[in-house]
């Protein structure tokens, strides 16, 4: 657990970069924070392992104030990952991963077992490990700083803006890595972000700060997209605050409708008696699992022919109902997105086989959201 007791900076100019910073970042959770940029967070940070010394308050890590550890042995518990990986360039992906075993004492041999192993870890192929920096993609650089991070094991990581520097899909996937890698590591991780929508994906809680180093909210994610505490936070929250939070409510609770299913190469004439009253079926494969669907209409040009997967009109995104999914799968969220993007204005739900076990419509989320205002379940 790391605790800013009332923690400000303020450097030589006079420029107040942190503004008695009150807050915990629980062990074991991921502390995020947010804010416009030259509010203070990456000063926040480094304040944690003492690149930066703070002007007054205190800083406490697993109850001991930093200021009582030697800067170099408080450093060796806490992984550092920054923006574009800082790898060193003139040393192979192994023998960056393996900086901090190798300065530990660990053998060679061991530094470089051990660097194997978490190449793995975050996703990277062994071939990779013999290559320079350079000859890696930004993404892949990205883990390999990561990597090198966790190399030593450490309970705690800082990490500031470790992706903003890749394109928007290899920043999805990160952050998806390390979601993943949390959900089995556990580390105490404090991260920096400019960007809201990183944050209320990556946060347990999420440090909302202005410029001048104040905190201005610091709470959930579903609480603050639900409830902004004033018009800084709702303004840097942004547009499609209702929508978003909708991805912190389960879903368990919209009652599933039944969905018309037909099976792939039936006769079109006998797909006609199975159409939902709307005028549509969901074709399945052997499985159950939707393959797209069928109309009234693309069944009167049919005649008697068998269904084809070239009849098939693409389906929506899909409400995953049982997932184990880091992410909005199994959300309010994802039941409104599978109703609203399907052809049929009826979302498929399905298992975690993939299989069809019934149907959403918009009205129904709606409804459950409703219900969710009335039980408390929404902060309002
Ligand atoms: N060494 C320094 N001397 C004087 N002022 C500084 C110094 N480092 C940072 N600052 C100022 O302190 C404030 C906070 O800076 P900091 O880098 O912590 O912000 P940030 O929120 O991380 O910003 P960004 O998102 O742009 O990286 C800014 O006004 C910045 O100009």
Known sequence: MIEFQAVSKRYPDGTVAVDELTLTAEERQVTVLVGPSGCGKTTSLRMINRMIDASSGEIRLAGENITDRDPA????????VIQHAGLFPHRSVLDNIATVPLLTGATRRAARARASELLETVGLPAELGKRYPKQLSGGQQQRVGVARALAADPPVLLMDEP???????VREDLQDELLRLQSELGKTIVFVTHDIDEAVKLGDKVAVLRVGGKLAQFDTPAALLAAPVDDFVSSFIGRDRGYRALGFLDGQQ??????????????????????????WAVVVDEGNRPLGWISSDILAAKGDSAIAESDLVSGGSLY???????????SLRNAL????????????????????????????????????RRSGEVPT
Not at 271 to 278: E, F, P, T, Y
Not at 320 to 330: I, K, Q, Y
Not at 346 to 364: L, P
């Open 254 to 279: 919209i009652p599933l409708g039944p969905v018309s299913t037909v099976p792939l190469g039936i006769a079109a004439a006998e797909a006609r008696g199975k159409l939902s009253r709307a005028g």
């Open 337 to 372: 997105d599978a109703a609203l993007s399907s052809p049929s204005a009826w979302g498929i739900a399905v298992d975690h086989s993939g299989a069809v076990v019934g149907g959403v419509d918009a009205a129904s989320v709606i409804e459950a959201l409703a219900a969710a």
């Open 163 to 169: 992706f903003s520097a890749v394109d928007p899909i």
């Open 73 to 80: 042995q408080l450093r060796r518990g806490i992984g550092y």
């Open 320 to 330: 995953e109902v049982d997932s184990e999914s880091a992410g909005t799968a199994g």
